[in-house]
């Protein structure tokens, strides 16, 4: 494993992730908790695009497969202080849900909400326009969904006013 896969692997420890990609879900998890890390902060330097369940990284999906394969390498690493503070403060407390269901969901809301944003591509102060987006692009997301999420990402520092396309 190079660094990267080594610090996207012991992140996802951090956030008490399984790290599997056995199933789509699994790997939807994984894609949306490092997209959410990245966006606090810890960069790993993957870029993502807009693809069916928001924002996603073939290059990330290309070193999670690798990461499974060859999970042993990572022993004996560990993730720097302020990477493991920033995932404990800033991402963790948005992986709250009961049910692997219920987080991908969850996840896949937050993390296009924030893409959405931070390309431009809505105003954080139009609720109604992000759900019109996101109901364009398949995703059936409800007003007081993209309200909750607005707010999640607010209360932990993943968008901010200077996001405001306003």
Request: proline content about 2%; some cysteine; hydrophobic content about 35%.
């Amino acid at each position: 494993m190079d660094k990267r896969q080594i610090a996207i692997k012991l992140a996802v420890n951090t956030l008490g992730i399984n790290f599997s990609v056995g199933s789509f879900q699994d790997r939807l998890i994984l894609q949306k908790s490092v997209y959410l890390s990245q966006v606090a902060g810890v960069n790993f330097g993957y870029h993502y695009r807009w693809y069916l369940k928001g924002p996603y990284c073939n290059t990330l999906a290309d070193d999670c497969y690798a990461v499974v394969h060859n999970e042993a390498e990572y022993n004996g690493w560990t993730l720097d202080e302020a990477s493991s503070a920033v995932l404990k403060s800033k991402v963790k407390p948005l992986l709250n849900e009961s049910t692997p269901d219920k987080l991908a969901k969850k996840l896949e809301l937050l993390a296009s909400v924030h893409f959405l944003i931070d390309r431009g591509q809505v105003s954080k102060s139009n609720i109604a326009g992000i759900v019109e987006v996101l109901k364009n692009n398949n995703k059936n997301f409800e007003y007081d969904e993209v309200k909750n999420a607005l707010e999640e990402l607010e209360r932990y520092g993943l968008i901010g006013q200077e996001q405001n396309n306003s």
